[in-house]
């Protein structure tokens, strides 16, 4: 298993960033996938979780409106589209992926994930 962030970067507040998660050596398709951070002295924080299939969506309250997390299963690729990004969404993001074999589910808690790939940095700053 394989995960590849990118699409990081320094953005000025109120503007907008795609994050990528390019996936491999796995079955992406039956794999539920999640987005988190971790800002510089803060604990990993949840920011976005999709099912295997993309149908069913969840978001942290802090991300909840101006977040959103989709797949292209044909790509094996997830998705984080940032819209009016704020100096707190300054943090290492993360991608997180585990089997979703028996159910087209969701999971928001790290401890469900099993594989981590490397971040990206996003930077909001004027």
């Known amino acids: 298993v394989q995960l590849q962030a990118s699409g990081g970067g320094l953005v000025q507040p109120g503007g907008s960033l795609r994050l990528l998660c390019a996936a491999s050596g796995f079955t992406f398709s039956m794999y539920a996938m999640g987005w988190f951070r971790q800002a510089p002295g803060k604990e990993r924080e949840f920011v976005a979780a999709i099912s295997r299939s993309g149908g069913i969506t969840y978001y942290g309250d802090s991300v909840k409106g101006r977040f959103t997390i989709s797949r292209d299963n044909a790509k094996n690729t997830v998705f984080l589209q940032m819209s009016s990004l704020e100096p707190e969404d300054t943090a290492v993001y993360s991608c997180?992926?585990?089997?979703?074999?028996?159910?087209?589910?969701?999971?928001?808690?790290?401890?469900?994930?099993?594989?981590w790939g490397r971040g990206t940095q996003v930077t909001v700053s004027s």
């Open positions: 997180a992926t585990r089997p979703s074999y028996a159910s087209d589910s969701y999971y928001p808690s790290a401890r469900e994930y099993g594989y």
